[in-house]
């Protein structure tokens, strides 16, 4: 099973890289961050006929969640529980036979202190405890998409001048720990414990040519599936590509159940 991640940063600004890539690819599964349209504006059509399945998750302009696949999935759940006022637009679970893939989109939580940040600690708190139910159940699942973390100072071009950023505040990398402790597997660094590389890229002081970026693009996987790990791999190529999004693809490949 080849599952991709995206955040695409606008899929209507974006379409003719995402259906390029997918062409290219042919993820079983991509899962789509920052759509940045309601569901009813999401491009179906076009990606129906690569051959997938579209289910978004999505409002008006900012944030959404998206879920495409090759196969019809059994079931799709949206939003995150524990807190039924939130009305952004950033988690959706669809289960492909006995593997759940969720598809988050975790907030920045800058400007830190305030309003925002303390959002992306008690989002991170309901993440957690959703990852702890689906642990309880036994059932092979897999977390992916834009966390808004790095978690080591190897995984931010400067360290220094991202100290005090949400992005690499203790708290924050604090939290994404805690999903590790719960026993879940991060695919792209325990295949790569020594690399560098980044998953994105700001479109600002030629961050992309100079390679200062950030790995924020990440897979946590159950124990089931770490077992089942065969690769997972960054793929730079879509960043350097006209109109690009400031994200680039991460994709992960599970071996069948024995």
């Known amino acids: 099973m080849k599952i991709a991640s995206w955040n695409v940063n606008s899929i209507k600004a974006r379409l003719a890289n995402a259906t390029d890539w997918v062409r290219e690819a042919r993820p079983d599964v991509l899962l789509l961050q920052e759509i940045k349209c309601q569901d009813a504006d999401f491009p179906v059509l076009e ?56 598809g988050l989109y975790l907030p920045n939580g800058n400007p830190r202190p ?31 998409g834009d966390y808004n973390v790095c978690p080591l100072d190897v995984d931010v071009f400067d360290p220094i001048g991202f100290a005090e950023d949400a992005l690499c505040w203790p708290d ?4 994404f720990r805690s999903l590790l402790n719960l026993g879940l597997t991060e ?11 980044y998953t994105f890229w700001d479109y600002q002081a030629g961050a992309w040519p100079k390679n200062n970026g950030l790995r924020i693009d990440h897979f946590l996987l159950s124990p089931q599936l770490a077992d089942r790990l065969v690769s997972c791999e960054i793929d730079r190529n879509p960043r350097g590509r006209e109109k690009a999004s400031d994200h680039t693809p991460i994709i992960c490949e599970i071996a069948a159940a024995a």
């Open 47 to 102: 990606f129906q006929s690569l051959g997938y399945q579209v289910h978004a998750h999505g409002q008006k302009s900012y944030n959404g969640v998206a879920v495409l696949s090759r196969e019809k999935p059994d079931a799709v759940r949206t939003r995150l529980a524990g807190d039924d006022a939130d009305e952004q637009s950033r988690y959706i679970e669809a289960d492909f036979g006995g593997v759940t893939v969720c």
């Open 114 to 144: 305030g309003e925002k940040y303390d959002y992306k600690l008690g989002w991170m708190r309901r993440l957690q405890a959703r990852a702890a139910e689906l642990l309880a159940e036994e059932r092979p699942f897999l977390m992916a």
């Open 172 to 175: 924050s990398r604090r939290a």
């Open 187 to 197: 695919a792209w660094r325990a295949l790569h414990p020594t690399k560098v590389d």
